[in-house]
């Protein structure tokens, strides 16, 4: 006999959509106080739009906007990520390893929660 699994799979989108809601709502109040603290300020309001908070966080790392484009070349993308967070790092007057650990899934948000919450 096969186990039904209806009572599993009825709770599933439920529990990832909301699961995906918090995860994206922390990461944009991290993000907006991180323009913040980076003088910023005008621009907070980007880090609750999608395409927005790249360029939010290139604008942080002080480079030009034209290199969300390079998000899109696969391998490439994760030296520009790299790069990038290391500068946004910088510019905080933390450590660059703090940059390289954003690549890292699930470290991300605690690094993220550190680099907007700490004293620079």
Excluded at 53 to 65: G, N
Aim: include cysteine; aromatic fraction near 18%; proline fraction near 5%.
């Amino acid at each position: 006999m096969i186990p039904s699994f209806s009572s599993i799979d009825s709770g599933f989108p439920i529990l990832s959509v909301s699961l995906f809601v918090i995860v994206y709502a922390f990461f944009a109040f991290c993000l907006s106080a991180l323009a913040r603290k980076t003088n910023n300020a005008d621009r907070a309001w980007w880090a609750w739009l999608p395409v927005m908070q790249v360029l939010l966080i290139l604008k942080t790392a002080s480079v030009e906007w034209w290199w969300i484009f390079l998000f899109l070349i696969p391998f490439v993308n994760i030296a520009v990520a790299i790069y990038v967070w290391v500068r946004v790092a910088k510019a905080l007057s933390k450590h660059p390893v703090w940059g390289v650990l954003m690549i890292v899934p699930g470290i991300d948000l605690f690094v993220l929660a550190y680099l907007a919450f700490s004293k620079s």
